[in-house]
């Protein structure tokens, strides 16, 4: 059976990776989103196991020291990692698997996936990325705060990955991301 392929989708908070992922996810039921765990509170809406499993610190401490854990960063003060098991059954099973994580995340997977896709989502500015941060309305001021710092470090990693998309027109954006992935 031919292997699968990992896809690491990265870029600041609030750049809409989310949307692509869903956008692509609803046109290719062949792709599998990994779900990851944090130590981050559920936001209003947000379900165990579906969006996240959303974990206590200790056991999140646990995950790492089981090696259970693919990758893992911490992220604005919480903690987010990729769970192992499932991605590596579905790579070995030949599923293009997802994973939408943050830029420490993606350079961690690099060392472990050297053969991964990696791609970058880019905002049209920083001045829209906070708009869409503050329109989305899921944070604090102190959080928004937060990300918006983060995105500043995060963007200049660009060079590191090998494709980067705009994400200015949520279709135009849609298409190049589908194209880079049913490419390979
Ligand atoms: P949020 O709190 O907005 O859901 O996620 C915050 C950041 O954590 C986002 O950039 C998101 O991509 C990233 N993230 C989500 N899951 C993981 C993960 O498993 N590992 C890493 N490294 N980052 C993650």
Known sequence: ???GQLIV??????????????????????????????TRPPRR??????????VTRSKFEEMIYQGELLEWAEYANNCYGTPRFDVE????SGTKVLLEIDVVGARNIKQTFPDALRIFVLPPSLEELERRLRRRGKDSQEAIACRLERAKEELTAIEE?????INKDLNQ???????LIFAV
Do not use: C
Not at 20 to 38: D, F, G, K, P
Not at 48 to 54: E, H, L
């Open 45 to 54: 809406g947000e379900v165990d196991g579906k969006d996240y499993y959303f």
């Open 173 to 179: 954006a849609l298409q190049k991301f589908e194209s």
């Open 89 to 92: 059954e579905k790579i070995n």
């Open 161 to 165: 990955f090998n494709h980067t998309i």
């Open 9 to 38: 989708l990265t870029g600041p908070s609030g750049v809409g990776k989310g949307t692509l992922v869903r956008s692509l996810l609803a046109r290719h039921n062949e792709l599998y989103l990994s779900i990851s765990a944090t």
């Open 1 to 3: 059976m031919s292997s």
